[in-house]
């Protein structure tokens, strides 16, 4: 396994309940100044090509790099079987997926930034957004979720979290999310007139004056959207980030896949694996900090057992 700077310290399975955990995040108490959006603060002391890169790269596509890993999750396999035993129905890859890249972004607040404005910000949360189905048939609607974690959320706070916003749409008598109702209002609307509100949108967004309530349920806007394409069957495809929002990475994983290795005395062994694919904003931060975040996330994903306990510390961005 690949090593960065700063190692992590092998944690085993914590027999402390989550919520019996002294929380370690305390945010820090900042007053809103002028160039600060409602769901992120303005970085004013990022170098100066940093601060011309969104104006060189107008658009979120300009500026996009892919990037594919393969995570050994044949322990990470493991882990999500004994979490099913003890409890946590339906816990799977997803979960781990997600409570990593929470801790990720706690170590690495870096990758939680994004550009709207052409401004670079560090968001004020970490909010993932998802698309799922009502039901797993081709023909059920999909509706779009959007899930709020700390940055010192445990793997069991992060799948809590998540299941409550997944049961409470699914279980919805209406059909439709709050954003789904929102679409369906606009689209009925004649094309000029929407053509013109769409436009409206952009320049709101540019300026950060969306209102709150638009904000709570776009799912444009996040710290990351994440895909299961190994519910489909199928592996994962580079999915491109959007222009409207400020989304700035966007994550899919694939089928889990079985490889049979070699040991030095030539006795077969398998190990399973899945592939990863991801389309990020390289507005945001350079590719030394994103390659020391993807390895960080790996770290997490392979060996879960730690994201159990919380971090020994949450890092700030800077100013």
Known sequence: MDEIDETVAEETLSAVPSNEQPR????????????????????????????????????????????ADEFDVTECDQFCKKMVRSGHSNFSFLHVMLAAYVRTASQRPGINRFVSGQRVYARNNIEVCMTI????????????IKVEFE????????????????????????????????????????????????????WLDYHGWLPKSL???????????????????????????????????????????RRTHYSPEGKPY????????AVTDERICDGFYYASAF?????????????????EKVFEDID
């Open 24 to 67: 370690v995040y305390q945010p820090q108490k900042r007053k809103k100044r002028l160039g600060d959006r409602r769901d992120g603060r303005l970085l004013r002391t990022l170098y100066g090509m940093n601060k011309m890169m969104p104006f060189i790269m107008k658009d979120r596509s300009d500026g996009c790099n892919t990037y």
């Open 133 to 144: 189905k009502k039901e797993m048939k081709a023909s059920s609607p999909d509706t779009a």
């Open 215 to 257: 904000l709570s349920v776009s799912p444009f806007h996040g710290s990351m959207i994440i895909t299961s394409m190994g519910s489909l069957g199928i592996r994962p495809i580079y999915h491109h980030i959007y222009n409207f929002g400020n989304l700035p990475i966007f994550f899919a994983y694939g089928i889990k896949r």
């Open 151 to 202: 940055p010192d959320d445990t793997i069991e706070e992060v799948y809590e979290k998540f299941n409550k916003v997944v049961e409470a749409n699914k279980q919805s008598k209406d059909l439709d999310s709050d954003f789904d109702n929102v679409v369906s209002k606009l689209a009925s609307l004649p094309r000029p007139i929407l053509r013109f509100i769409v436009r409206i949108l952009f």
């Open 270 to 277: 398998t190990r399973k694996f899945i592939e990863i694919k």
């Open 295 to 311: 390895k960080l996330m790996r770290q997490y994903v392979e060996k879960p057992e730690q994201l159990m306990r919380r971090p």
